[in-house]
């Protein structure tokens, strides 16, 4: 990160993130992995270091920077562990319906708690039929004088095991579509609401991933999203547009964090009588590896600084970096662990797992796939004199 193109504050919350990142994530990220348990440690320490409000407004209790300041800490903590960085950044997907579309009365409710690290919040988009189609989904909420009543499942539920509000899209009129579908904050201890499968991953294995299963579960009305049926969907895809950068982030430390790794082995270790990385072959890897990163870092900085300008156009440069980002991490965390050797490919060394961590990423918040065809979606339009 070349350093003079960032604000005193920004290098600050940078080198805040790594101090913890180093000494509280980095320590502990294999136990975790292994054990496939919620770092509550972490999450305290992410509490005591004053980064949980990174993105909230400071009338909301956060510190009021925004999705820039967002990506700086999410990639720090991600370099240690990519588990711990989307356990952090997942807070910001869930909260962002809250403040794209919430009442202010909605904000002040809900915002505080998550800035001052109390609560944790989850975001309940996919089910089991609805995953690239979001708009296909059939969690049905229906009223029933000042209540909705929800049921139905939501799929690839980030953190919702430990969440305390979940931000849960659900049909509210069936005839209309995409315009049907409306977003309401739903309790962890709402009556009918329920945490159900854990799901056994290949990465990010610090983070609880489950199905959360609605059964007639009542919310009371004033839980809807901005008061008004029918903006659900609109919600989530301007949440997501903010949220993707988080991603893309996470993906840019996972891969700067493997390349660390790859530079100090391949200068440890010695065949044929000198070092790896004396070999040109391997510094070219080096070299393309570190060139992969630092374009895509600037990619995401760019989407993350255009968000925060109040830009109106920021889906394609949002599509992009995160498909950019993720596929770099997921090419560079591959060729760290060939670096490694026999070595690489075995637990005894941490580079297996950024390799592990890295694959979600091109998944998870739009496919790569969803991520060209929202891009392609964008230049067509231009091309047809439309907005970005
Ligand atoms: N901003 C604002 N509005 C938008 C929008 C955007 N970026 N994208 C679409 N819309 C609006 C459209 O204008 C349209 O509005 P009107 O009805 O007023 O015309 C409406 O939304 C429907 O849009 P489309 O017809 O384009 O919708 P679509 O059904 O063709 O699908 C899609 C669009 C881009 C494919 C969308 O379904 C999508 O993003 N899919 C991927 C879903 C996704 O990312 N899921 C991840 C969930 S989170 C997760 O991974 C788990 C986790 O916990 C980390």
Known sequence: MIEELYTPLQIELRNRARDLAENVMRPVAAKYDEEQTYPWEVQHAIRDAGLSGVWIPEEYGGMGAGVLELCLVVEEFSRACGGMGVGFAVNALGSFPILVGGTDEQKKRWLPPIAAGEALIAFGLSEKVAGSDAGSMITRAEKDGEEY??????????????????????????????????????????PGYR???????????????????????????????????????????????????????????????????????????????????????????????????????????????????????????????????????????????????????????????????AKITQIYEGTNQIQRLVIARSLLREAAGGGK
């Open 149 to 190: 009543v929800i049921n139905g499942e939501k799929k690839w539920n980030t953190n919702g095991a430990v969440a305390s509000f979940n931000t849960i899209f659900a049909v509210t009129n069936p005839d209309r579509g995409a315009r049907g579908i409306s977003a309401f904050v739903v309790a962890k201890d709402a």
């Open 195 to 357: 945490v159900g499968k854990h799901e056994d991953k290949m990465g990010i294995r610090a983070v609880p991933v489950v199905e959360i299963h609605l059964e007639d579960c009542r919310v009371p009305a004033e839980n809807l999203l901005g008061g008004v049926e029918g903006h659900g969907f609109k919600q989530a895809m301007i949440t997501l547009d903010r949220a993707r950068p988080g991603v893309a982030a996470q993906a840019v430390g996972l891969a700067q964090g493997a390349l660390d790794l790859a530079i100090a082995y391949t200068h440890e270790r010695e065949q044929f009588g000198q070092s790896v990385s004396s070999f040109q072959g391997i510094q070219w890897m080096l070299a393309d590896m570190a060139t992969q990163i630092e374009a895509a870092r600037h990619l995401v900085h760019t989407a993350a600084r255009t968000i925060d300008s109040g830009a109106k156009s920021i889906t394609k440069l949002s599509a992009m970096c995160k498909l950019m980002a993720t596929d770099v991490a997921m090419r560079v965390t591959t060729d760290c662990v060939q670096l490694f050797g026999g070595y690489g490919y075995c637990k005894d060394y941490p580079i297996e797992k950024y390799m592990r961590d």
